[in-house]
Nanobody
Framework: QVQLVESGGGLVQAGGSLRLSCAASGRTFIKRAMGWFRQAPGKEREFVAAINWYGSGTYYADSVKGRFTISRDSAAVYLQMNSLKPEDTAVYYC?????????????????WGQGTQVTVSS
């Protein structure tokens, strides 16, 4: 069992930055890949970024590559978001994968947080 709690969302102007955190508990957290997904109103959930269990392998959606950075430590996973755009507005979710290595398939992720709202104004 893994419990995930996101924080750090909010309202920011275009071009600004936010850092999302996802506090994790559960003894298997450290042996799972972690990911961030987002869902905008009226749209399907989409992959944002993922990181391997050991932290050195990362993978990003093309839409955020070069602007967002995912990282992790023994107790949390983070998403640093720079150069934010209005189209980044969404509820952001962190998720724990069933396996060790990153992927962009939401069905591979076993545990999900409750989400945190990010709103980027133009």
């Amino acid at each position: 069992q893994v419990q995930l709690v996101e924080s750090g969302g909010g309202l920011v102007q275009a071009g600004g930055s936010l850092r999302l955190s996802c506090a994790a508990s559960g003894r298997t957290f450290i042996k799972r890949a972690m990911g961030w997904f987002r869902q905008a109103p009226g749209k399907e959930r989409e992959f944002v970024a993922a990181i391997n269990w050991y932290g050195s392998g990362t993978y990003y959606a093309d839409s955020v590559k070069g602007r967002f950075t995912i990282s992790r430590d023994s107790a949390a996973v983070y998403l640093q978001m720079n150069s934010l755009k209005p189209e980044d507005t969404a509820v952001y979710y962190c998720a724990a994968d069933r396996g060790l290595y990153y992927n962009d398939d939401a069905d591979s992720y076993e545990y999900w947080g409750q989400g945190t709202q990010v709103t980027v104004s133009s």
